[in-house]
């Protein structure tokens, strides 16, 4: 093993400790903020009228207690940012039976002596302030806890929260869905056994910024998703890795081209991605059927599972496909794209409609 080799291996397990290091520490200050805000809120509510939780905390006592607070510690004491800890205390109390949080702040311990529970992650609260700051938005629980499970199992920053909370995740994995998927999103957030459980429709492209009245080819759609590939992955969901677009394969000497072919790692499959910007022909289905055929027969290892095509496209006709194809169909999608972030309420309204038909 060269000299240069053996520098670089070892440089790349340094890099790897001090990143897990950093990791773990932002995790555990996140953690301390959390539990030390929950702490606020509880002291906040069990002042108010004998603990009452519907009375309302007296605006100017507030307004006192921030600006008492903000000398002594600084920034972070607003009355907006007291009442929203004491909404997360109403909200997560039933979480917490005997406060850990209690424990851990009187102690006075620094975040060197954390409990290793804590810097383990085995803590109530997995997420950082501001995160939660948006949770406490929601009123559905269901919808909140969904977004919660899925922040801590993704790693979302506050960004991709945000994005993925404004272009309604929650309900079009629903509509995408049957009704038993409701109470196991609030429980479990998203599982995926099967290639359905991959499927949104429609999927959000605003990150591509093109404009519904422009011209585009769907030449111009594959170069802006390339261009924004890593938000694209985002907005596909869990497990995604690109491996290439105008995948070229050859056969009985005619070539052919899939747009942009992923390979899903929970599923351990293939899936190719065909956009299409006019209306869906049933041309179109009988293409990508071939395209998932090849890859079946022809790319996958006998390990991995069936490959999924999706036509990502702006219209579509579902009595057309339905009947092009087969009952039992397992692998072959269609989904709508949108270039604007859907309005919530219409997908509610659209959600509480399939709901009651199911």
Not at 231 to 247: H, N, P, T, W, Y
């Amino acid at each position: 093993m060269s000299k240069v080799i053996t520098e670089n291996k070892i440089f790349n397990e340094i890099s790897e400790i001090i990143s897990q290091a950093r990791i773990t520490t932002s995790r555990a200050v996140n953690t301390v903020m959390t539990l030390t805000y929950f702490e606020i809120g509880r002291v906040i509510v069990e002042n108010e009228q004998e603990g009452s939780e519907r009375a309302k905390y007296a605006s100017k006592t507030l307004a006192n207690l921030s600006e008492k607070l903000t000398d002594n510690f600084g920034k972070g004491f607003s009355v907006d940012n007291l009442q929203n800890m004491r909404k997360f205390f109403l909200l997560f109390k039933d979480r917490i039976y005997e406060t850990p949080s209690s424990k851990f702040i009187t102690s006075k311990k620094s975040i060197s002596e954390t409990p290793s529970s804590i810097l383990k992650g085995k803590v109530p609260f997995q997420l950082s302030w501001s995160h939660y700051v948006l949770l406490l938005r929601i009123e559905d629980n269901n919808e909140r806890n969904f977004y919660e499970i899925e922040s801590a199992n993704q790693n979302w920053s506050i960004r991709e929260l945000k994005r993925q909370f404004n272009s309604a995740l929650y309900e079009r994995i629903l509509l995408s869905n049957d009704k038993k998927t409701l109470i196991q999103l609030g429980k479990k957030g998203q599982i995926i056994t099967k290639a359905e459980d991959l499927i949104k429709d429609p999927y959000i492209l605003e990150f591509l910024n093109l404009e519904e009245s422009i011209k585009y080819s769907e030449s111009d759609l594959e170069n802006l998703i390339i261009d924004n590939i890593e938000k694209f992955i985002l907005e596909l969901g869990k497990g995604f890795l690109f491996s290439g677009r105008q995948v070229r394969f050859t056969f009985d000497e005619e070539h052919f081209y899939v747009d942009l072919v992923f390979y899903n790692r929970i599923l351990k499959c293939f899936v190719l991605i065909d956009l299409k910007i006019g209306k869906l022909k049933h041309q179109d289905l009988g293409q990508m059927q071939m395209y998932v055929n090849y890859y079946d027969r022809y790319v996958k290892n006998d390990d991995e599972n069936k490959t999924i095509g999706i036509l990502l496209c702006k219209d579509k006709n579902k009595s057309m496909v339905e009947i092009t194809l087969p009952k039992d169909n397992e692998q072959i999608f269609t989904s709508k794209y949108q270039l604007y972030l859907p309005s919530k309420d219409d997908l509610k309204n659209q959600l509480e409609k399939a709901m009651e038909e199911a």
